[in-house]
């Protein structure tokens, strides 16, 4: 290996990470509703691979209690809870695992405070003992999707939006995101979603499902982003990865419109997670208690038929525009790590690493 390489979400994990609400305030009202599917989305991805909890400073205990699983737990100060935006982005390198540590910058600069969760990275690399490379590129995980092969999806509206990295063109940023993830080949999509607080994240209507395919929500022609997502689907359809082929596409229907504690939110089938490496691993499938949930569940076992597919209940996280995939982030394996390393943990329930300040 010459350079970086990202690996693909479906690649073998030495545990899922996953940040804990924080503050009561941004959930209005709906905190409590929140830590039961933070803890409901931990029970599953435990299922299939070990979990380690990001915690706010003094809550590890009463976190472990909520999930009634064996986790680890690291307490970390932070802002916000979305692990994914955040976090470390895990590369393959020449001499082993490095974290890259991009900034962040609350979305755009649209939530305040931030400075906590852009050092939170940084903290968290120190705790786990993996080598941190920084950038001054601002970006959030749930921005790209990745085949492992050199090919990154994101999308033009999020990415290319200059309240990120306005010095930066598309072609400076595909130099970055070649220099820093080792990524030969980016399929820009036009569009995320209409409304929204990320500026279109990619992973809330597509995301790598394995080498070659692509998993999309459906376009309803009744819905306000059906032009936006099939212009997607155009792109998607012309498109060719890094290593030549053309994409197979497999839809999950549309996202749900849900009134959930008085409040109107949106649940994204496409923001799921895959725990787990390989066939027999799982996809944690955000679902909103509505008819399409049962549909999502069939489409997904379709698209992934050597998977397990578990729907769990995310219409709090929706409320802040958020899902499965938006609160994790998965830590590979090192290349060296022996196999029976990447099983879920046997012992005690509380361990737990310090992380300084």
Known sequence: MTGPRL???????EACLL????????WGGTFAAAEREYAAVVRAIARFEPVTLVVSPGRAERVRALCEVLVDTVEIPMDDSWLRACGPIFVHGPAGRVGVDFRFNG???????????????????RALGVPRRATMTVLEGGAISVD??????????????PNRNARL???????????????????????????GETDGHVDHVCQFAGP?????????PTRPDHLRLRANRTVLEAATDAAGRRLQIFELPPQQLINYCGRDGAVNYVNFYLAGGGAG?????????????????????VAFP?????????????LADGGIHCITQQLPITQQLPAERATPPTTSPHSHLEAPL
């Open 281 to 301: 691993g799982g996809v944690i499938l955000p679902t909103a208690a509505t008819r399409a949930d049962e549909k999502a569940l069939a489409a997904a076992t």
């Open 7 to 13: 690996p693909a979400e479906w690649e073998p994990h």
């Open 169 to 195: 063109d598309r072609r400076d940023l595909e130099t970055e995101l070649g220099a820093l993830l080792g990524i030969t080949k980016v399929i820009w999509l036009p569009y995320g979603h209409l409304a």
């Open 306 to 318: 050597d998977r397990q597919i578990v729907g769990v209940d995310a219409r709090a996280l929706a």
């Open 148 to 161: 492992g092969e050199g090919t990154l999806i994101a999308t033009e509206q999020c990415v290319l939006n």
């Open 107 to 125: 979305f755009g600069d649209r939530f305040h405070p931030h400075d906590q969760d852009d050092r939170v990275a940084e903290r968290l690399l």
């Open 19 to 26: 940040a804990w609400p924080t503050r009561e305030s941004l």
């Open 212 to 220: 070659g395919r692509v998993v999309v929500e459906a376009a309803d």
